[in-house]
């Protein structure tokens, strides 16, 4: 019998960030572990929809709309740790209207506390780690007892949990990703977040061999593996096919192997896509070359974005980051050699961290000459090293999920030598400090005039105020 699944995200995954300074810049993106996990149903022959709930104005009359007319038998939701009280809001709105249905759970929260998870709401299984096979197995009706990397509720009183699954090796057996599931016209961002819309989204490889204290790795893992750079470029044209006019890369290391990289960068080259990208992350500072830049903006890649952390030695050695603070410069100098526009990713708050610390890294930022600037305040999300760190010695104070939201977190820790006033000043004077400085505006100013007219200084007026103002 074939069986039915609808996936879903949250409808207040994009209300995270209307809490923090990025509220000005907030854009819809595609949720592509949805769009892989309908791929991977549909390739068992069973059907699947996608729910994007970014877009609902009236979730729960949504959901109940979406279900009454699929009559799906799973319902498949993810969600981030500041996200789980509205997953288990809307797991007893579900199980109530429609008792037969079997919620599956996955994503960061269920992959770091896949019993809880289950213990606390009505969903009835949790999928941690990666998930493609698992869903498979779970809509073929495999017993439950057989599918690894679950736990499951085998009545009202009892959870088990099955055994770990082990990652993917060859993600190039993947089904290429079912883009025709989701409204890819109504992905549209704003002018800073994107040259041209609809924006789509790429994974061009999982895991991460690094180690960084504040990251978590519940899902993929520190094992680096690849998509095939013929796979890739497939999924560019693929996009492009489907309606997307820029794509977002988002691995958590698209520069481990860099000669892959570059390659990715020819073959785009040698097969006139002419396609608008952009390295939303995954390139790290020590680890690329000049030509590296040269040949994404050939190939179309006209932004790139770098995780700095902090403008301190001993604070970045403290979290395992591997980097110098040096190598930022660098790093900055040939993106801007070859054209690239760039980001820089900040943390305040971190373990070690002082009032001198924190100025030492808006120097460092606003010395760096970056088009773009991001800082948020220290969450120790658990699944990190740092949570479990600071959970041992006491320092984590509230376990309320909901206050873990690096745009606007509450106090969910006592910092050895900050309080939160200082934390949220410092937050605050970090985006003043940077984006008020007379030779960023003089800069800013003339580059938007020659590119975009008078309607994009109107543009750029319009984000200041809505960042610093309202």
């Known amino acids: 019998m074939t069986t039915k699944t609808l996936l879903m995200n949250m409808p207040s995954c994009l209300d995270l960030f209307k809490q923090g300074k990025l509220k000005a810049v907030i854009a819809p993106r595609p949720f592509l572990s949805l769009v892989q996990l309908g791929a991977d149903i549909l390739q068992t022959g069973n059907d699947a929809q996608i729910?994007?709930?970014?877009?609902?104005?009236?979730?729960?009359?949504?959901?109940?709309?979406?279900?009454?007319?699929?009559?799906?038998?799973?319902?498949?939701?993810?969600?981030?740790?500041?996200?789980?009280?509205?997953?288990?809001?809307?797991?007893?709105?579900?199980?109530?209207?429609?008792?037969?249905?079997?919620?599956?759970?996955?994503?960061?929260h269920p992959s770091i506390f896949p019993i809880d998870t289950l213990r606390?709401?009505?969903?009835?299984?949790?999928?941690?780690?990666?998930?493609?096979?698992?869903?498979?197995?779970?809509?073929?009706?495999?017993?439950?007892?057989?599918?690894?990397g679950i736990a499951y509720k085998k009545s009202d009183s009892k959870i088990i949990k099955n055994y770990s699954r082990q990652l993917i090796n060859n993600l190039d057996n993947l089904p290429f990703p079912a883009w025709h599931l989701i409204p890819v016209s109504q992905y549209i961002n704003p002018k800073v977040?994107?040259?041209?819309?609809?924006?789509?989204?790429?994974?061009?490889?999982?895991?991460?061999?690094?180690?960084?204290?504040?990251c978590n790795k519940k899902i993929f893992g520190h094992v680096f593996r690849i998509k095939s750079v013929k796979r890739v470029v497939d999924?560019?044209?693929?996009?492009?096919?489907?309606?997307?006019?820029?794509?977002?890369?988002?691995?958590?290391?698209?520069?481990?192997?860099?000669?892959?990289?570059?390659?990715?960068?020819?073959?785009?080259?040698?097969?006139?896509?002419?396609?608008?990208?952009?390295?939303?992350?995954?390139?790290?500072?020590?680890?690329?070359?000049?030509?590296?830049?040269d040949k994404c903006k050939k190939a179309g890649c006209y932004k790139v974005a770098f995780g700095f952390e902090s403008g301190n030695q001993k604070i970045l050695d403290r979290i395992n980051k591997g980097i110098k603070v040096e190598d930022g410069y660098k790093v900055v100098e040939m993106a801007k050699k070859s054209g690239l526009e760039t980001i820089g990713f900040f943390i305040l708050g971190l373990p070690d961290e002082t009032i001198e610390t924190m100025e030492q890294t808006i120097k460092f930022a606003c010395s760096l000459g970056l088009d773009y600037a991001k800082a948020t305040i220290l969450v120790?999300?658990?699944?990190t090293p740092i949570f479990d760190e600071w959970k041992e010695k006491g320092i984590i104070?509230?376990?309320?999920?909901?206050?873990?939201?690096?745009?606007?977190?509450?106090?969910?820790?006592?910092?050895?030598?900050?309080?939160?006033?200082?934390?949220?000043?410092?937050?605050?004077?970090?985006?003043?400090?940077?984006?008020?400085?007379?030779?960023?505006?003089?800069?800013?100013?003339?580059?938007?005039?020659?590119?975009?007219?008078?309607k994009g200084i109107w543009g750029d007026f319009m984000i200041a105020i809505k960042t610093f103002v309202t």
């Open 235 to 293: 999924e560019f044209e693929l996009l492009k096919k489907s309606g997307f006019n820029e794509v977002h890369v988002f691995d958590d290391m698209f520069s481990t192997y860099l000669q892959r990289a570059k390659d990715i960068c020819d073959e785009i080259i040698r097969r006139k896509l002419n396609i608008t990208w952009q390295l939303d992350c995954g390139v790290r500072v020590n680890s690329i070359d000049q030509e590296f830049f």
């Open 51 to 108: 729910l994007d709930m970014q877009f609902s104005k009236n979730p729960f009359k949504d959901i109940k709309s979406k279900i009454e007319e699929y009559q799906p038998n799973f319902v498949g939701m993810t969600f981030t740790t500041p996200l789980f009280k509205e997953a288990k809001q809307i797991s007893e709105f579900i199980k109530n209207k429609f008792p037969k249905i079997t919620i599956l759970a996955g994503g960061p």
């Open 120 to 148: 606390e709401t009505k969903i009835d299984i949790s999928v941690y780690g990666e998930g493609d096979i698992t869903i498979q197995e779970i809509v073929q009706n495999k017993p439950l007892e057989n599918v690894l």
């Open 193 to 214: 977040m994107a040259k041209k819309n609809p924006v789509g989204t790429i994974e061009t490889s999982r895991g991460c061999i690094f180690g960084c204290t504040f």
């Open 380 to 383: 120790p999300f658990p699944g």
């Open 397 to 454: 104070k509230s376990e309320n999920w909901e206050y873990y939201n690096d745009h606007n977190p509450q106090e969910i820790y006592t910092h050895p030598n900050l309080d939160w006033e200082t934390l949220h000043k410092y937050y605050n004077k970090f985006y003043k400090r940077f984006y008020f400085r007379p030779s960023y505006i003089w800069h800013r100013f003339w580059k938007t005039l020659l590119n975009e007219g008078i």
